[in-house]
Structures are given as C-alpha cells and as structure tokens.
Antibody, heavy 125, light 107 residues
Framework: EVQVVESGGGLVQPGGSLRLSCAVS???????????MDWVRQAPGRGLEWVGR??????????EYAASVEGRFTISRDASNYSLYLQMNSLKTEDTAIYYC??????????????WGQGSLVTVS | DIQMTQSPSSLSASVGDRVTITCRAG??????LNWYQQKPGKPPKVLIY???RLQSGVPSRFSGSASGTDFTLTISSLQPEDYATYYC?????????FGQGTKLEMK
C-alpha cells in the first residue's frame, strides 16, 4: 500500500523560510520515478489550492508552480530517498495552510490525485 | 486559469436520498474532471476521475457524468458515511483548479 507522509510544518514569521518534506513508501524506485508528485494546500476552513508539482523522470523531474508561489517556492525530489521537498521562502500570512503532498495517478491521459498525505500545517504569523 | 464553479455550496439531505452536485468549467476541459470527498481533519479522497470513471474501491452508489462544460456527481442512495465536503477539480491543464466545495450535511 502506498503511504505518503509529510513533515516539517510549523510556525514561521512573515518573510521567513520553511522546508516541508514528503516521504513516499510502499512503492518501487521505478514507480516513484514514474509518477508526478504535487503539493496542494488548504487554508483553514477554506478550499483546495494547487501549489505546484515535480514531473516524472521521463520529463526530467521538471517543476511547475501556481502563480501565487512562483519565485518563492521550490519543489524538488530525491528519488534515492523516495522523498519530495517543498522549500518555501519569503513566506506571507496568506501562505498559512495545511500542505498536502499528493501522488498524481495516471490512467491513460487522465490524471488525478490518488494518494495523499495527512498534511503538514504551516502557520505564518 | 480555468475557473471551476460548484453548486450548491451546501446541501442538506437524509440517508437514502439521491444527491446531485454540479460543477461547471469556465472553458472546455473535455472529460478531464475529478471528484473528491473530504471529511473533517482528513485529506481528500478521489471518487471519480475522467468525469465518469469510478476510482477503485469506491462504492458504486457514486457516479459522475458530463455534458459539455457541466459535470455532475450523483450519490444514488446517501449513506451515513457520505456526509462530507465534495470538490471537483480540472486536470485539463495546470494550474489545476478546484471548485469551492459542496458541504453535504444531515437533514
């Protein structure tokens, strides 16, 4: 069974930095490398917002970001550790949210988030 | 960005009821539409992908359909464990966008 576990959340002051980690288990090295991995956040009591992604090995682990975090957040992946990272710099109060790491499942050309972590709370205050 | 508009934002229903939630995309997204269920304190769980395909392990009382830019999630006979918030999400292109959510409450 695939498991996704985030860590690294906490309280940070505006303008500060924080790095979240996401560990994936229950998959092979090939499987981990073959899937896109995304970050999705949810502000307290609010809806879901896509943050960004790291693509798969075939796409050279390229990354994409939402406009709201472009230039401040960086997503990276370490395939040897089955891990994903979200480096957050220049944090703003509006970045306060639960951050979810999610695997992108692919069925033919259709993508969906098929495995999620429990989330890591980031509070910027 | 592709705007996703869900309705209603909240809904009261009883066990056994047939429930329908709709989602409208701001432009054509073909059938690149997913539905998620989220319970308090938990991450979302995918129910339907590609507008109408049931995710493995999801009860068959859940179904999805599409007509142009309008999408529907139907629960054929509401069960107690179905009280939750439901989100649609387009996977046509990034940035992926979600509907604002529909909170399904007990009547």
């Amino acid at each position: 069974e695939v498991q996704v576990v985030e860590s690294g959340g906490g309280l940070v002051q505006p303008g500060g930095s924080l790095r979240l980690s996401c560990a994936v288990s229950g998959v092979s090295r090939f499987d981990f490398s073959n899937h896109y991995m995304d970050w999705v956040r949810q502000a307290p009591g609010r809806g879901l917002e896509w943050v960004g992604r790291t693509k798969n090995e075939a796409n050279h682990y390229g990354s994409e970001y939402a406009a709201s975090v472009e230039g401040r957040f960086t997503i990276s992946r370490d395939a040897s550790n089955y891990s994903l990272y979200l480096q957050m710099n220049s944090l703003k109060t509006e970045d306060t949210a639960i951050y979810y790491c999610a695997r992108v499942g692919m069925s033919k050309a259709y993508y969906s988030f098929d495995y999620w972590g429990q989330g890591s709370l980031v509070t910027v205050s | 960005d592709i705007q996703m508009t869900q309705s209603p934002s909240s809904l009261s229903a009883s066990v056994g009821d047939r429930v329908t939630i709709t989602c409208r995309a701001g432009q054509s997204i073909s059938t690149y539409l997913n539905w998620y269920q989220q319970k308090p304190g938990k991450p979302p769980k995918v129910l339907i992908y590609a507008a109408s395909r049931l995710q493995s392990g999801v009860p068959s009382r859940f179904s999805g359909s599409a007509s142009g830019t309008d999408f529907t999630l139907t629960i054929s006979s509401l069960q107690p464990e179905d009280y939750a918030t439901y989100y649609c999400q387009q996977s046509y292109r990034t940035p992926y966008t979600f509907g604002q959510g529909t909170k399904l409450e007990m009547k």
